[in-house]
């Protein structure tokens, strides 16, 4: 039977879930959701745009809402709304509130024997679950994350508000020695600076003051200031030409001791290099939906996240099949 | 409420286990049960030693045995003939058999309304995990095993069956090139021949013939032959020495692409390095000897793998508490 799935928001991220719905043997999209105006909205593969006023009217055509909305003031309101009428996946990924955002979602969705996921998507999502594996089979070691190359939009952002800049455009760089000293197994204390780098493309505005710029940059406080950070202005044509992409990545790594006596070192590493972070993350809630659909064939609802989604439910894929291939 | 384990078998694997439950904080071990007489057998943490005919009686002071036995004779036998009695953790990793063996152990373990995890471990086990997290996720794409550096039992044996072999161990290396070409996202097409090299350290009897025995080794069928082997006369001093421990490891990568054209490349990689291939497996197991009690709690019962299992459900850690601190 094939899934319904529908998309609410449509940024980079629900074109992301869309080209991975619509690419799935098992999946359809039957409708994307906008705040805008829906004649102003054109989807990349011609599927109906709809008001997303009107979506409570598609609660039977839709097995599963996939939310495309951001973090800071979508989702909070949006997917305790959404997870009353339909189930629902999202990419909540501010870390410090996901568990007050859980409580939420999880009162709609139960209410409404509905089921939703939330914090799909690599960070929180993939590396949580890797978090999650290597401490349980490695209860006695240390976990670290490394983000990046890639662009962060937060930073960015950032940047874009220092006074006589027009755009710019920051990537979040691992720091290869950290990356190898943790590899040896060494299991360092590694401080913010120790762990990435910035590095920043800025285009100032035609007579700004270029050394105020960079200096107000590196001294921007949890932003910039702990960390080491390269200020390079560069004009709006390379800007365009050179820093279009949103590719992003990282790396997950544990390492613990076994024995008795703590005497043999192991080490476990998670990477991820993506070219399109929301093409990927797209593909990502595109997986989730599937789990969520078989969930809640299984009968639960409330809320849930990637650690409570076994394997098997996120493949198209059979039981048996996946054992003959994968195992 | 502490989890009784028993283990089956008490060889490499076994000692692993046994670290790895005596060491966790919600488990203990009940007892270990061995075919050899129970007095010749000395725990490393001084735990009961019961004779596996024994074991019967033990029902109802055990939540979970794991199995430490090897797949060629035991398991096949075992794991049916425990799993009618315990809920059980195997590590079978005859690939081509699994299906086979996962019929035998959902049958016995149906009928006595007890379950049974199978195939745990690392490969099969976590790696199977990631090729089926990385599938799922990127379905575009192809993925790729590497093992090694590591010392394969396997191919070790095979050495020292060798006319004139007093004793050996077999290296499987992975090829980097080939690693560097997979994570290029060229998603090459590689032979056995590209991906893995072996490296052998063999003590000649008194008197052999060096040469024959190099010759023979690499002209071994599907051990030897389809590599580039390399062949190392050591003394038996050398070979005490040098090559006691059986590290091993691996990768599992997939490269794939998103979007409606494929536009995007993204790479996964997953890596592990390890010290003790028998203690990190041990350490697997004890992971998903928690996981088993979990999922009979909630009335699953039959066979399962890894693939079935719920990231959360192999953590000591609550669910809130998971969620705070690994998303």
Redesign the interface.
């Known amino acids: 039977m094939t899934i319904r799935a529908g998309i609410l928001g449509y940024g980079n991220l629900g074109r992301?879930v869309?080209?991975?719905v619509?690419?799935?043997?098992d999946m359809e999209l039957a409708a994307v959701f906008t705040r805008r105006d829906p004649k102003s909205v054109k989807t990349?593969?011609g599927v109906p745009v709809v008001s997303a006023g009107d979506a409570a009217a598609w609660a039977d055509r839709i097995d599963v809402m996939i939310l495309g909305g951001g973090s800071a003031t979508d989702l909070p309101r949006q997917t305790p709304e959404f997870a009353k009428l339909f189930n629902c996946v999202d990419s909540f990924d501010t870390?410090a509130k996901?568990?007050e955002h859980?409580e939420a979602v999880d009162q709609a969705a139960r209410g409404a024997g509905k089921l939703t996921l939330i914090?799909c998507g690599w960070d929180?999502g993939?590396f949580?679950?890797?978090?999650?594996?290597s401490?349980?089979?490695?209860?006695?070691g240390r976990s670290y994350t490394f983000w990046g190359r890639g662009v962060s939009q937060g930073h960015s952002d950032a940047i874009r508000r220092v006074e006589g800049v027009r755009d710019a455009r920051q990537y979040t760089v691992p720091v290869e020695k950290a990356l190898e000293e943790v590899?040896s197994g060494a299991n360092p204390e590694l401080t913010a600076r120790q762990m990435h780098t910035r590095e920043c493309y800025v285009v100032a505005k035609g007579g700004a003051d270029k050394e105020k710029i960079a200096s107000r940059i590196r001294s921007m406080p949890n932003y910039f200031e702990p960390y080491d950070t390269t200020v390079n202005f560069i004009s709006e044509e390379e800007l365009q030409r050179d820093h279009q992409g949103l590719p992003h990545?990282g790396f997950v790594l544990r390492s613990g001791t076994?024995?008795?006596k703590d005497e043999?070192?192991?080490?476990?590493?998670?990477?991820?290099?993506?070219?399109?972070n929301p093409?990927?993350t797209?593909?990502?809630l595109a997986?989730c939906a599937?789990a969520v659909v078989r969930m809640r064939a299984m009968g639960q609802s409330g809320c849930r996240?990637?650690?409570?989604?076994?394997?098997?439910w996120?493949?198209?894929r059979e039981?048996?099949e996946?054992?003959?291939a994968?195992?």
Chains 1, 2 share one sequence.
Request: charged share 20%.
């Open positions: 992301g869309e080209a991975a619509q690419t799935a043997p990349l593969t870390h996901i568990p859980f914090s929180p993939l949580s679950v890797l978090r999650c594996l401490e349980s089979v490695l209860p006695r590899r990545g076994t024995g008795l043999m070192c192991e080490l476990i590493e998670f990477r991820l290099k993506l070219d399109s093409q990927f797209g593909s990502v997986a599937r996240t990637l650690l409570d989604v076994a394997p098997a996120l493949s198209p039981g048996a996946l054992r003959k994968l195992l």
